[in-house]
């Protein structure tokens, strides 16, 4: 990924109707964001709710077009091969699962047909014994029994629903899985689960993950590499090891603290400091300057570029001046 942009035009219909002058309201989704996925590895992007992570992901899978910037995928230039009579090949090779397996999986098919359906749109089984054959063998994969194929939707769990979306993205038996907030809307003992099974199935599959979650916690379990969004920028990018044990950001500081530790638990944590500002109208600077502890003239003034220091990619003019 490099130098990855997206904006939005989000001016209202209305207004636009009643003043004479078209004002365009832009939203910087993403901007600038640059990073590398080795193959079989995963990067999980973490950060609050609208700092970009799902648009991040949108773009690498091409449900997005990018404003600036370019996804490489394997040497290809992921939205010029979109355009062109190799994209279904490219889209075989990534499937993305959603956080919501409800809104996902349509409620009026049987699980048969759902997990079927790419295999009959990217013509991958001969004929029906051959298709049921392989949707039971995508389902025992994800601990599901084949003998659940002709209920619906609504006859799971969360988590078997949400096993039912993994079998269906790994029907086209793809390299790249991008997951945003995969395990989010389920219980945190299912979670568990479903992570694991994820982990699984990238060893026995060498699959290559883009992982979002707002969850630190679930990051630690599953990722190699981490990236830090805030406001639709990247501010740090370590490997996991090193991210928690001297994140460098003083928000990716403030995320770490607010997460509960097992011993402190009934304690009071200390929450996540301040709003985010409203990405319509980021504070100018470093975006992050009106809640951070360590903020002086220059943050306010000067936006920090994502450098290299000790390993770590890091945008902020206090740990690049050696303050912090
Ligand atoms: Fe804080 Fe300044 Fe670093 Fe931004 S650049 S995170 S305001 S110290
Ligand atoms: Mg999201």
Not at 268 to 280: D, F, I, K, S
Request: with cysteine; glycine share 6%; charged share 20%.
């Amino acid at each position: 990924v490099h130098d990855l942009a997206r904006t939005f035009d989000v001016s209202a219909p209305w207004l636009n109707r009643v003043l004479e002058r078209k004002p365009r309201q832009l939203l910087h989704a993403v901007d600038g964001v640059s990073f590398e996925i080795a193959r079989g590895q995963t990067l999980a992007l973490v950060g609050e709710s609208g700092c970009g992570k799902s648009t991040v992901a949108r773009l690498l899978v091409g449900l997005y077009a990018p404003t600036r910037g370019q996804v490489r995928f394997d040497g290809q230039d992921v939205h010029a091969t979109l355009a062109t009579r190799q994209a279904r090949a490219l889209r075989r090779r990534m499937q993305m699962i959603f956080q919501d397996p409800y809104a996902s999986l349509n409620p009026r098919w049987r699980v048969q047909d759902i997990v079927a359906e790419p295999l009959r749109e990217h013509g991958l089984v001969r004929d029906r014994a051959a298709l049921r054959e392989r949707v039971a063998e995508l389902l025992r994969a994800v601990g599901l029994s084949p003998h659940d194929m002709t209920k619906y939707p609504h006859q799971f769990s969360g988590g078997q629903r949400q096993r039912i979306s993994i079998a269906r993205a790994l029907a086209t038996q793809p390299q790249f899985l991008v997951c945003d907030e995969p395990t989010s809307a389920l219980d945190v003992s299912v979670q568990a689960q479903v992570l694991n099974l994820m982990k699984d199935l990238q060893r026995q599959h060498g699959l290559t993950y883009l992982f979002i979650s707002h969850n630190l916690a679930v990051v630690r379990h599953v990722s190699d590499q981490v990236g830090v969004m805030y406001l639709g920028r990247l501010v740090e990018l370590a490997d996991k090891r090193t991210l928690f044990a001297q994140p460098r950001h003083p928000y990716t500081r403030m995320l770490l603290e607010a997460i509960p530790k097992l011993h402190a638990i009934g304690q009071a944590r200390t929450p996540v400091q301040g709003e985010v500002p409203n990405p319509l109208n980021p504070p100018g600077g470093c975006a992050f300057h009106p809640r951070c502890p360590h903020a002086d003239a220059r943050c306010k003034a000067e936006r920090p570029a994502l450098q290299t220091i000790g390993g770590v990619r890091v945008a902020c003019h206090a740990v690049q001046e050696g303050r912090i």
